[in-house]
């Protein structure tokens, strides 16, 4: 499971070539990558909207952040009420650019919602007074991933700034379908 024999021999050592099946969905071009840089002052929250296509599941698998000056919370919600979904858009892209594809899901940033139920979630922590960067992840192992429903689901991405200062955070995510 999650193994995919791509021939039955390596050409050096005979050995079966084997890729998992994140890597053999990128090559089929169902991967998403999505990315964004924000400033957040003291205390506040930023929110993104994930939706799912309407026949696909968003196999989500990672989240890649960096935050500079203070610490940071990022939480997946679901079954939030979303009543206006009408802010910036983000480029999701295609990993492979073998294919012409348009990757599947969207996320626009700012969306007004109310409440939804933690699914997932980490913590960035990052020291203030230096100025220090800290990284945090939510990166499921190879066989693990958070599978989103479809339908046109909707989850919500919140960053919420820990510190009583100014920070600036990096993300990045990538999913499949």
């Known amino acids: 499971m999650g ?25 089929k071009g169902y991967g998403a990558l999505v990315d964004d840089y924000i400033t957040l002052t003291s205390g ?5 909207c994930i939706t799912c296509p309407a026949d696909l599941y968003i196999h989500f698998k990672n989240i890649m952040a ?17 009543t206006a979904n009408d802010g910036t858009a983000l480029d999701v892209t295609q990993p492979n650019d073998n294919f012409d594809t348009t990757p ?24 203030a007074t230096n100025q220090t960067i800290g990284n945090g992840k939510l990166a499921l192992s190879e066989n693990q991933e958070l599978v989103f429903k479809n339908a046109g689901e909707q989850y ?9 200062s100014e920070i600036k955070v990096a993300w990045n995510a990538f999913w499949y379908v």
């Open 66 to 82: 960096q935050s500079l000056a203070g610490s940071c919370k990022f939480e997946i919600l679901e079954g939030a009420t979303v």
């Open 44 to 48: 506040a929250t930023k929110s993104y």
């Open 156 to 164: 919500i991405l919140k960053i919420t700034n820990l510190e009583a």
């Open 3 to 27: 193994v995919k024999v791509l021939k039955g021999d390596e050409f050096v050592t005979d050995g079966v070539s084997i890729i998992n099946t994140d890597h053999a969905a990128i090559h």
């Open 104 to 127: 599947s899901g969207t996320v626009i940033a700012d969306p007004t919602y109310t409440g939804g139920t933690k699914i997932q979630g980490f913590h960035i922590l990052a020291d």
